[in-house]
């Protein structure tokens, strides 16, 4: 009986840890996408967003996929630095929810600045042993 315990024991703190490394890993890719956003790194964020995801502003601006790419490729959506200060990864079968918070800075359009505190969550699923960003709303704070 103390042999299943034990084996039971080792097999759920194996399970555990690797749910952890692997929402650890979704955290990293997430802040590795916004060093994407603000360098221009096109084919590595084309491969991280669904095809379906929506990007939520805090303004209320919702962009797909299609419009946030063609967005920083024309400089209407510029970011020029993203602070992460916190952030964490919870994992839910084959989907990961970020939520975080952090200073946005960028120019817009008309080259004026902006620079605004967000909390925001993003959603991931792994689709094909990718994982994919779905989803993702800010709030300002």
Request: aromatic share 12%; proline share 1%; hydrophobic share 40%.
């Given at each position: ?74 400089g209407k959506l ?18 990961v929810v970020i ?43």
């Open positions: 009986m103390k042999m299943i315990l034990l084996v039971v024991f080792v097999f759920n703190s194996i399970i555990s840890f690797s749910q952890l490394k692997e929402a650890d890993a979704v955290n990293q890719l997430h802040k590795k996408k916004f060093g994407w956003m603000i360098n221009k790194k096109y084919d590595s964020l084309d491969l991280v967003l669904d095809p379906q995801i929506k990007f939520i502003h805090s303004n209320g601006w919702i962009q797909s996929k299609t419009e946030m790419i063609n967005d920083l490729k024309s510029n970011y020029t630095n993203i602070d992460v200060r916190e952030s964490s990864a919870r994992l839910f079968n084959q989907t939520t975080g918070k952090g200073t946005f800075k960028g120019l817009m359009p008309d080259k004026s600045e902006f620079d605004i505190n967000l909390l925001y969550t993003e959603v991931y699923v792994k689709t094909k042993k990718q994982w994919r960003l779905v989803s993702r709303q800010a709030t300002k704070i």
